[in-house]
């Protein structure tokens, strides 16, 4: 499999510091929308790709699960920043996030139905056809389901994942989050994918508000979380896990522990 | 849904609740999720409303990182005050939307003082951005008023050269 290996972390300039003083740090995911175009990268990202850390550009506003034919301006971006990352693997959502005119400004599930099925896979198709690399896609966590689903997640996805041939981006948080909001276990789901397809798997925190579970990337990685991350690597170990944090950032020390903990759940090498 | 509806209708036809294909129904959903539309047929009322509120906590995030002095100078009350005016308003990206809630409080006399002195320096700084677009560095001097807040740009640096009057 194409991709990173190892523990790795999402690039946000506010830990760029912190990140670059990662000793064993094998790959990076960077915001692809993020990146201009036409460069340069950020000084940090250029100094990681010149010690060898790998950089995967994460998309997440292509809308490759929008009704209408993904952007192709939007698809030449990341196309982009493949190239100027020189990246292996990029990877966006299987979601839509603007219809009719309006962005949303945030992922939004399909119904889990043929036609979107249909729909998603056109869009995936549209952009494997320019991208120089493969393309792993990742589920999302939703508060809420379309009252007509004909498949259950794990038909939808691997529906998806075999007529694209692409691979899964597996969000432990995201199964997590989905689970519990909707009284379900979680295990069920990792039970029914096909782990063999993941190309790496992300990791987070959220935080319980009005009744659900928010999946908001600005709390530290719940014990629940993390013993996730175990049945999915005892049913299939990942070659990577990665951390995502989008704010509230805590001390460097508590940081480093997340990344302790991914590695010694997923019996991977420290970075620290 | 209309299982047998073809993908490839055109979404132009009238917009309701009997709308079949996947196109309308994603534009009545975004719709209903941050314009204030009613919410389509057949959702959980209760986890759309969590979705709506929590976009638009989200959205505060994502304009207080962009505009850090109007966030704080609306502390405690800024996700108050940014709830209440991005409800049922389409999200234009953070820095359109900070430059525009800045202004609106600003025209209700209800802008801080450091608010006050961040608007300035942007208006002084950059062209009014395009909503879902960077804002556009100004190229020839400039300035910005805000109030009493007055900032200057000249070759690309802004400088404050008098912040708003502070609250005694």
Redesign the interface.
Known sequence: MTGPVGVGIGWRPEIAGFVAGLPGLPFVEVIAESVPAAGPLPAELTALRERGVAVVPHGVRLSLGSAEPVDSARVAHLVAVAELTDAALVSEHIAFVRAGGLEAGHLLPLPRSREAVTAVCANVARAQAELPVPIALEPIAALFDWPDDELDEAAFLTEILDRTGAHLLLDIANVYANARNRGADPLDLLDRLPLERVAYAHVAGGAEQDGYYHDTHTSPVSRPVLDLVGELCARHRPPALLLERDGNYPPAAALRAELDALAAVGGLPVIT | ?N?T?P?NVP?TQPTGPTET???????????A???GAPPP????PE??A??R???LR??A?EVA?YWPLLATGLHPRWLEVFQHWAAGR????APREGWDLARYLHGAGELPPLGADELACRQAGYHYPEP?RPPRPRRLPSWGRVGGAVAIQFAGRVRLLRPARRQP
């Open positions: 849904m299982p509806s993908a979404a294909t996947l196109a309308a129904r994603q534009a009545a959903l975004v719709a999720l941050v314009a047929p057949g959702f959980v986890a759309l969590a979705t509120t929590a976009l989200k959205r995030g990182r389409p999200p234009a990206g879902g």
